[in-house]
């Protein structure tokens, strides 16, 4: 659905990125991306302002069955690390939520991620399971690699480069959202035990890193409307100094 504003249905651009979400449930895959949209996608991360415009990636689209059946055959990899540093983050009421303003709700996670003592270790089947329950069901991956031998003029870690790639993904998850199209990213893909495995699948040397991974498809159930939260303006705006009134 796009009209002469370019931008679809949104009228403004401020809101689109205020309905641009995570879209979650499972996608039909037999509903194939048209290839205009795929397209259109692509081309908008072509346009990402990137650093010293070194456009530092590249796009890995599966769209292939076979492909994306071995992919959801990898096991994914969830450290005791993440489990305990999501934990640390969680909201357990969407009151709590939305006091805090930022993070996430418990109940998106699996029981066994929602309490420490130990549980975690306890359940070796949600942290090992397989990428296919991430991806659910969906027509189309794409993966932004980047080279690892290159890097922005003096960017230490190539933390220049990294925000690049975080501009790509703005670009791409702003024009799906024009087109209807939902996306979710999926870190799981860039954790080493499953970009190992990805290596193998899809032919990526040693020097060229996952960045991020997304799936892209259409709703085969109702799209899950779950709670959205953000900081007033005024919580992370410093007029002049960072300094809080009355604090050095
Ligand atoms: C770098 C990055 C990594 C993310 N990783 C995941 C992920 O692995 N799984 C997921 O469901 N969402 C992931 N997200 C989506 C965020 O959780 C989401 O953007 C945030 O909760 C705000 O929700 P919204 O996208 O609906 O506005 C990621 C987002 C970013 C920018």
Redesign the pocket.
Known sequence: MTDSSGIGEFTQISELIRH?????VPFDPGHHLAEGDVEAILEAARWAPTAHNMQNFEIIVVDDEARLAAIGRVRGATSEGFIRENYAQLSFSEEELIRKGT??IAT?FPPSWRSLDGEAEETPDVEHELLDA?MHSCPVVMIVVYDTRKRAPASEGDFLGIMSL?CV??NM?LTAETLGVGM??????SSQHVEDELRKILSIPNYIDIA?ACRLGYPSVEPDR?L?V?REIQRFTHHNTYAVHGED
């Open positions: 641009r979400h995570s879209e979650r993070g996430l998106m991430s975080g993904m703005q998850w979710q990213i999926m870190s799981v893909f991020f779950y959205r953000r």
